[in-house]
């Protein structure tokens, strides 16, 4: 059998993303035949044994992804599994044949739409900061927001060091003591919706994710988690912004 990669086999068999096993090759989880890995080794996937902390990775030809939409309750990390027994969004999903992780993150305390698939190259696509993929997020500040800290926030605001991207601010509706607005960016930094409210003097109340590009959160349960639509998931692939070829 022809030589892959071993990061692309790993994608392949849905353990993580392409980047993701990159960096467990890196940081000497990987191994070949009982051998530590190496950056870019090739291997025979069918002859050659390879494991990730131990466990044999099997690699897959011809297979079914799976892409899932969950909307995340408050109070349940996005990761796999947590050493401190903090409950974990993988907790929530149905019985599959196949393992799926999630695509990009939530915090704690952020709820709504988050994918999942096994499918690799998928939720690399969907994460890679040069591809813009939307995301909208409902978000309940307090106590007012005034015109000038809604420019800002559209315009762009200092977060660690580098200003962020235009944003489209929407305000939803207003009570006394609290705001309902839409926020659109299209980064997916570390904490972005919060860091970018806090910059403005914003204090979020709550914070809810409904879009993800043309992907919809609707009246999904929380806690539950449906299949994409195969229009869903041509819409969303659809959205992803190809990079820019390079000029020979
Ligand atoms: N921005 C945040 O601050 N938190 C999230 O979970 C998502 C976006």
Redesign the pocket.
């Known amino acids: 059998m022809e030589k892959i990669r071993i990061q692309k086999v790993i994608a392949d068999s849905g353990y993580c993303s392409r980047r993701k096993a990159e960096e467990l090759i890196l940081n000497r989880h990987v191994k070949v035949n009982g051998h530590l890995a190496l950056t870019g080794q090739k291997i025979d996937p069918v002859k050659d044994v390879l494991t990730i902390d131990g466990e044999r990775i099997y690699y897959q030809t011809k297979k079914e992804h799976v892409y899932l939409m969950m909307n995340k309750p408050r109070g349940y990390i996005t990761s796999m599994s947590d050493d401190r027994g903090r409950r974990c969004v993988t907790e929530l999903l149905p019985n599959l044949d196949v393992r799926v992780y999630p695509v990009g993150?939530?915090?704690l305390n952020?709820e709504g739409l988050l994918l999942f698939t096994s499918d690799g190259k998928f939720a690399n696509d969907m994460m890679h900061p040069s591809r813009s993929v939307s995301?909208t997020?409902r978000v309940t500040v307090r106590p007012d927001i005034t015109d000038e800290q809604a420019v800002k926030l559209s315009e762009g605001v200092m977060i660690d060091g580098r200003v962020t991207a235009p944003a489209e601010v929407r305000v939803l509706s207003k009570e006394p003591n609290r705001v309902v607005m839409e926020l659109v960016i299209r980064e997916g930094r570390n904490?972005?919706?919060?860091?970018m409210c806090e910059a403005v003097g914003l204090e979020v109340a709550r914070?809810k994710?409904t879009a993800f590009g043309p992907l919809k959160l609707g009246m999904l349960k929380p806690g539950t988690c449906r299949e994409l639509k195969p229009e869903e998931l041509r819409a969303i692939r659809g959205a992803v912004k190809k990079p820019e070829r390079r000029r020979k």
Not at 191 to 195: A, D, G, I, P, S
């Open positions: 993150r939530l915090d952020t995301k997020y904490r972005q919706v919060r860091k914070l994710r």
